[in-house]
């Protein structure tokens, strides 16, 4: 009698074993969508030269124990590399809503010490779109050149002694270059192109190391926009030497601005230039939209700007962050001479 109560406590055991064991699966795949970010947004970045994008999305609660966001980018949604990493601090979490990643400069591409093949990346499935960085092999990496302007970093002495005559052909011209090996590379840097379109995904890495599942990767595309309007600017006339000096403030992106052009208009004429600016920003943002839908009608300049061109300096390169300028005045007229205004 109690080899049987034995046997039957045995049995009970089992099949407690195994129902636990079945439903495991089925729980751990539940709590994994707990862990998919949301509200995964990317967008413009405004008033830029058109090389960024910014990332969005609202953070784990703390509970989850998150120690890092990795980021993913591609230029099709089935292949995504590794570009970054957001870190957490594991017991306080993410204080704010939302949480934002900048994809606006040089990042790393490929080097000699890059994998030679192309791996996923870690506890992804076969059918995963995430890789990790991408391998020196050519046949990947090369097709990548044309979605990124690429920046190569060369030792001094590698770029004067080791570089090798290498001649192209194209439509019977030949043309010379000194090629490099990539062993001759410290690292090939990549950064977006205006106009072009870019797949990003995020996933949630937690505090044992566990890859959660990313989420539905999003597409963006980054714009050339106008600068960023000044705020500040003031004239000031300087009698004794009969000089008209303007200042202004810088904005915030700056690095890509051709001129500062400072004009002149009568009272009067104020609506009507204010007019001529707010149709130029429609252009703008039309020119934009026909680029997205090629059936949108290009809009066109209908109103002239009535203000007068008075100071005009072009920006060095690289770019130097003056923010005066002046004209003198000779016989009543305002002078430039190195633009010939007057």
């Known amino acids: 009698m109690n080899l049987n109560y034995s046997k039957q406590k045995v049995l009970l055991l089992l099949m407690v074993f195994c129902f636990m064991l079945f439903s495991l699966p089925s729980i751990s795949a539940s709590d994994d969508s707990d862990y998919i970010v949301q509200n995964l947004e990317v967008k413009d970045i405004p008033n830029d030269d058109g090389t960024g994008l910014v990332l969005s999305w609202k953070p784990l609660p703390k509970e989850k124990r998150i120690i890092e966001y990795r980021v993913y ?107 490099l090996h990539l062993r001759n590379f410290s690292q090939l840097a990549k950064k977006l192109i205006p106009d072009h379109e870019y797949y990003y995904t995020v996933l949630a890495v937690t505090e044992s190391r566990s890859y ?13 926009n106008a600068p960023e309007k000044i ?31 400072v004009y002149m208009l009568a009272k009067k004429d104020v609506k009507k230039f204010e007019e001529y600016v707010a149709e130029q920003k429609e ?25 007068v061109l008075v100071f005009r300096r072009k920006s060095a390169n690289p770019y130097i962050s003056m923010k005066t300028g002046y004209a003198d005045i000779v016989d009543g007229k305002i002078v430039n001479e190195e633009f010939g205004i007057d």
């Open 212 to 224: 959660k599942p990313y989420a539905e990767p999003v597409m963006g595309i980054p714009r050339d």
């Open 73 to 179: 980018r591609g230029v099709t949604p089935d292949t995504l590399f590794f570009i970054g990493r957001i870190d957490v601090n594991v017991k306080t979490g993410v204080s704010g809503d939302v949480m934002y990643f900048y994809d606006n400069n040089f990042n790393y591409f490929a080097d000699i010490r890059a994998p030679g093949k192309l791996k996923k990346e870690k506890q992804q499935p076969a059918d995963s779109p995430l890789y990790r960085r991408f391998p020196r092999d050519l046949s990947i990496t090369g097709p990548q050149l044309e979605n990124y302007d690429v920046l190569g970093i060369i030792p001094e002495k590698d770029f004067y002694f080791k570089n090798v005559k290498t001649k192209i052909v194209e439509d019977a011209d030949t043309t010379v270059y000194a090629g």
């Open 231 to 261: 705020t500040d600017f003031y004239p000031v006339f300087v009698k004794d030497i009969n000089r008209l000096q303007f200042e202004w403030s810088l904005p915030f992106i700056k690095s890509d601005i051709n001129l500062h052009s």
């Open 283 to 307: 252009i703008e943002l039309n020119d934009i939209a026909v680029k997205e839908d090629t059936t949108i009608a290009k809009k066109t300049a209908t109103i002239k700007n009535p203000a």
